[in-house]
């Protein structure tokens, strides 16, 4: 195998090695953090091609739905490669043909300054003299390696996701039930001779999302870490819709594929006309030597770099929103002005009018999409509402879920079909909705008519974007497949969003999917913050309050802080610290309460106005680990440069000291652990082990819930 060529590429904190030769496609034999002494993927005689290619039925050279040995990737031959730089970001453009099928892809690397991360996507060109049709193509394929490459030593982590139920990641053992041993690798295998007797291919893990709500099920992102090293990596990939990823074993290693949209997962194809392209979704990886807190660490990094700059990001104002555990969806002026006042009073600096307000038939919920006020509502107008708002000197906010039209709406007559997705010539209905289609020029026309009047006939400066419902595997107008669709229409919508922020740039976008069921990275791209969950119960808040920076910047975790009569001043504070770890949103019956609890609530947000500024600056971290839905004690860490923020919540009260684990993050240069925040408790960190110890306090014993909020300087 004298004939490969290898060749590295990086930045000062990750390193990418690509081999290629004259019989064999390129292939990503390794990303890593810089410097790792550990070794590449082997020379194999077949290796995993950097991209995998299905199409015209051509599928793999194995058996199974893996995306491995694809019979178009592995014919890919490099062409040529390129690199740039530009504004701390370096590009790798890796283009490669396949004589055989008439196909050219390029594949783009791009690593960002300041992260252990790769982001990649992938072009396809026909350069061929008849049509192709794409079953499939990767965002990224790549072998795994990972400290010495002992897949006995490695953990897997990955997330479910369900409406109320967000963010449940589980780790476990690799070879225990996903990846179990299914080869006997040798070192005669590795050089290319396999044994008759023996597979060349392993077990796999798929985690897939096959609708528009791509997050409802489980999560576009996991991680393998190597207990052993501490080596780890951490993936998601950014589409809004389907996705797809597998990590499989091979006699030369595993291999790790990020994917959008399939044909076999997802009713996806497209057909390249001569000459014409297709450019994949993006996805990203991330690498550490500092176990999954510190591969999530450099994808939080990289987030901040790929995410849309925003002053929002900076400010963080706090936010009431009149609907979880309030008004539920029946704003009236009668209700709204003595809240707005309330609001104001604790220190809101945004008030937001949740959904209903359009409504004059108390059925609100089919008769979305003109987003014209209801006079019976308000009797003298929205106006009143909002210039109420401004007035008492916060920012006036409204509620939309543009992407429908209920289907007793008057909009529903009024736009073409052609304006809403559809299946077989027919209105996709879901949820007693029709789904707009933002391809359209009249869906777009609609939709920028009802933001330029809100914003410039009402002052309106923060949106809440809702999505209740769920389009299943797309629409087919277009002639396109359904899957096809779906991506058109999704990267149609974020083309609108961002041409709403153009138009706009000190707008604040919320994004919302009945809480956090479309929390995908490419969404939150664009946006400013994402509701984390429509969870009512303050408790089963905690954790899904704690797992959301996994997924996404901790300054974007709207997580809700609903406090109201009924509650104890402990039960207050639980609720606050859910909202005071990321962007504190607020909610709950403020007339209905008494002095000290209103007090409570003014002293949580005067504490969350004092660390906002670090949030935004903060990597996590979970000193007690990811959560598991029914852990009784939860904890996140939010680390700074100087400082760091450690909250821990009991649900049930804390009889007896806990002791927290950080030593997966570099915490050496903090001294002290003082509480700032919550129950009454003391706090012992020590630099040498790095460990924080939290005792409650004599009074603090008797208290259910029991929360606090650390700080380490």
């Known amino acids: 195998m004298d004939d490969i060529t290898s060749f590295a590429w990086g930045n000062d904190k990750v390193d990418v090695e690509i081999t290629y030769g004259p019989d064999r496609p390129p292939a990503i034999t390794r990303i890593a953090p810089h410097g790792s002494p550990y070794p590449s993927a082997p020379t194999f005689e077949h290796p995993q091609a950097a991209v995998q290619i299905t199409a015209d039925g051509l599928m793999q050279e194995n058996f199974g739905s893996r995306y491995s040995e694809t019979l178009v990737g592995n014919d890919l031959r490099h062409v040529a490669h390129r690199v740039s730089e530009d504004s701390g970001r370096k590009t790798l453009e890796i283009e490669m043909r396949s004589k055989t099928y008439g196909l050219k892809a390029t594949l783009v690397l791009e690593a960002f300054e300041g992260a252990a991360a790769i982001r990649a996507h992938v072009i396809v060109t026909n350069v061929g003299e008849t049509s192709v049709s ?91 870490i190597d207990r052993a090293s501490g080596e780890a990596m951490f993936w998601q990939v950014e589409a809004m819709g389907p996705w797809l990823w597998q990590i499989g074993e091979r006699v030369d290693g595993f291999y790790l594929v990020l994917s959008g949209p399939t044909d076999i997962e997802h009713h996806w194809s497209v057909t390249l006309a001569p000459n014409e392209s297709f450019t994949t979704v993006n996805a990203t990886v991330a690498v550490s030597t500092g176990e999954l807190d510190g591969a999530i660490d450099e994808m939080t990094r990289y987030r901040r770099r790929a995410t849309r700059p925003h002053g929002d990001h900076e400010r963080m104002p706090v936010i009431f929103n009149d609907y979880m555990n309030t008004l539920m969806g029946d704003p009236t002026t009668a209700k709204e002005l003595p809240l707005i006042d309330a609001a104001a009073a604790v220190g809101a600096e945004c008030y937001c009018v949740d959904c209903g307000w359009y409504d004059d038939t108390s059925d609100w919920w089919p008769s979305v999409g003109e987003w014209r006020e209801a006079p019976s509502r308000f009797p003298n ?150 509701s984390t969950s429509d969870q009512q119960d303050f408790r089963e808040y905690a954790n899904i309050a704690v797992s959301a ?91 700074c440069s100087d400082t760091a923020y450690v909250a821990v919540w009991a649900k049930h009260g804390l009889k007896d000291a806990t002791e927290l684990d950080t030593t997966s993050h570099i915490l050496v240069a903090y001294k002290q652990a003082q509480p700032i925040y919550g129950s009454a408790c003391s706090a012992v960190w020590s630099p040498l082990t790095r460990r924080l110890t939290v005792t409650p306090k004599a009074q603090a014993r008797a208290e259910n819930p029991f929360c606090t909020l650390l700080k380490l300087s």
Request: with cysteine; glycine share 8%; aromatic share 8%.
């Open 549 to 639: 920076p996994a997924m996404m910047l901790p300054e974007q975790c709207g997580n809700w802080a609903y406090p109201n009569k009924s509650m104890t001043l402990s039960e207050t504070r639980f609720t606050m610290l859910n909202g005071i770890v990321g962007r504190l949103y607020l909610s709950g019956q403020l007339t209905e309460m008494g002095n000290d609890q209103l007090d409570e609530v003014r002293r949580a947000l005067g504490v969350h106005k004092a660390i906002r500024h670090d949030i935004a600056h903060a990597v996590p971290f979970w000193p007690l680990g990811l959560p598991q839905w029914n852990d009784e004690i939860v904890a996140l860490g939010l680390a």
């Open 381 to 530: 107008g929205l106006s009143e509402v909002i210039d109420h708002i401004r007035a008492r000197g916060m920012r006036p906010g409204i509620w939309l879920e543009p992407e429908v039209i209920g289907i007793k709406s008057p909009m529903a007559a009024k736009l073409p079909d052609d304006a809403f997705m559809q299946r077989g010539g027919k209105r996709i209905q879901t949820h007693l909705r029709y789904l707009l289609d933002f391809r359209h020029p009249a869906a777009r026309a609609h939709l920028d008519e009802t933001v330029d009047r809100l914003v410039n006939g009402y002052g309106i400066e923060y949106f809440k974007l809702d999505y209740n419902v769920n389009s299943g595997a797309g629409t087919n107008v277009g002639g396109v497949a359904r899957g096809q669709g779906q991506l058109e229409a999704a990267r149609a919508y974020l083309d609108w969003l961002s041409g709403v922020l153009d138009r706009y740039p000190d707008l604040t976008i919320e994004s919302c999917s009945s809480g956090s069921m479309r929390c995908d990275p490419a969404l939150l791209n664009v946006a400013q913050l994402q």
């Open 134 to 224: 794409l079953a499939s193509v990767t965002s990224l394929s790549a072998y795994v390696r990972l400290g010495a490459n002992d897949a006995e030593t490695w953990d897997i982590a990955s997330a479910r996701s369900d409406w109320l139920a967000e963010g449940r990641w589980r780790r476990e053992r690799a070879r225990d039930y996903e990846l179990v041993r299914l080869l006997n690798v040798d070192s005669s295998s590795v050089s290319g001779e396999i044994s008759p007797t023996l597979t060349p291919y392993g077990a796999t893990m798929t985690r897939t999302s096959t609708t528009s709500r791509s997050t409802s099920s489980v999560l576009p992102a996991g991680a393998l």
